[in-house]
């Protein structure tokens, strides 16, 4: 069954003082595209999570946010005295020079070198890592079990739309037998009638020739077996292929060239009726067919 590109999944969990919480949005692209926001101090696992979301999400444009929160001391950064001194030193000399220089201390602190990470990125990536992968692998469940969902509701509709041209292709079948007799009578009515002005004689065979031309220019019947074709095979990839996107995008572009095949071909204004109908569903169809994976 086909599944929806448009999904949600999170997950949170607490380890060891510090709380994790992973989101995962996707929307509907026609590549794998991902976004993935980290802090600096694990930001080494991003082609890790990109690996595990492309191999778990096939394509959409994704968008995964890891947030953590540390509550014990060891999250604190480590101030380099023996930098902070020096920028004192330097400071002391130039306030020995000017009575009015104040020293703030914040401003210190943000002076590059003084403030360090507790631990470098291999540790944060080693301490963290494990979480961080148990909770994507929750959050892409979570956001694979909407993306189903989404597309149970999303095969209904499409089915709905199938139907619409499988029922107005049906009745084009049913006509389509008939305009060329109709043709054939309107053809003899409009010769008799200019034979009767003009007193003239028309050949019978002349007639049953141009006849025949029409026939078979107006012959219908193998865009009508290909369509049917096409319609099988769309719903077949919907009830079979989880990743049937691509292919049913082709299907409905190969449907959508038969109906106007049929409908330059078939000069008849019942079937150019049921041809409308037939393309305002395809049209549908192809809208609908973007959001699956």
């Known amino acids: 069954m086909i599944v929806s590109m448009t999904g949600f999944g999170d997950a949170t969990a607490e380890k060891d003082g510090t709380h994790y919480s992973v989101e995962i949005r996707s929307l509907n692209n026609r590549f794998f595209k991902a976004s993935i926001k980290l802090p600096e101090n694990v930001s080494g696992l991003e082609p890790e999570l990109e ?5 778990q999400l096939g394509r959409g444009s994704i968008t ?4 953590m929160r540390s509550q014990s001391a060891e999250a604190a950064y480590l101030i380099n005295t023996q930098a902070l001194e020096a920028y004192l030193e330097q400071l002391h000399k130039i306030k020995s020079k000017s009575a009015n220089l104040t020293i703030d201390l914040g401003a210190l602190l943000a002076l590059p ?57 049906a009745e084009i079948a049913k006509r389509a037998p008939f305009v060329i007799d109709d043709y054939h009578r309107r053809l003899s009515q409009r010769v008799n009638m200019l ?44 009830r079979t292929s989880e990743h049937a996107g691509r292919k049913l995008d082709f299907i409905t572009q190969e449907m959508l060239r038969e109906a106007n095949t049929i409908a330059s071909k078939a000069n008849d204004a019942q079937i150019a009726r049921h041809i409308v109908e037939i393309k305002g569903a395809i049209d549908r169809l192809k809208e609908q067919v973007q959001n699956v994976e």
């Open 51 to 55: 690996t595990m979301l492309r191999e």
């Open 195 to 238: 034979i009767s002005k003009a007193e003239l004689q028309v050949n019978q065979a002349d007639l049953l020739r141009e006849v025949a031309v029409f026939a078979e220019r107006a012959d219908i019947s193998e865009e009508i077996q290909r369509l049917t074709s096409h319609l099988e095979a769309f719903e077949s990839a919907c």
């Open 113 to 169: 070198g003084v403030c360090q990470e507790p631990r470098d990125d291999s540790d944060e990536i080693e301490r963290h890592g494990p979480m961080v992968r148990e909770m994507t692998v929750k959050a892409i469940i979570k956001l694979n079990t909407m993306r189903a969902r989404e597309g149970e509701a999303l095969f209904n509709d499409l089915m709905k739309h199938a139907k619409t041209i499988s029922t107005n292709l």
């Open 64 to 67: 995964y946010i890891l947030k």
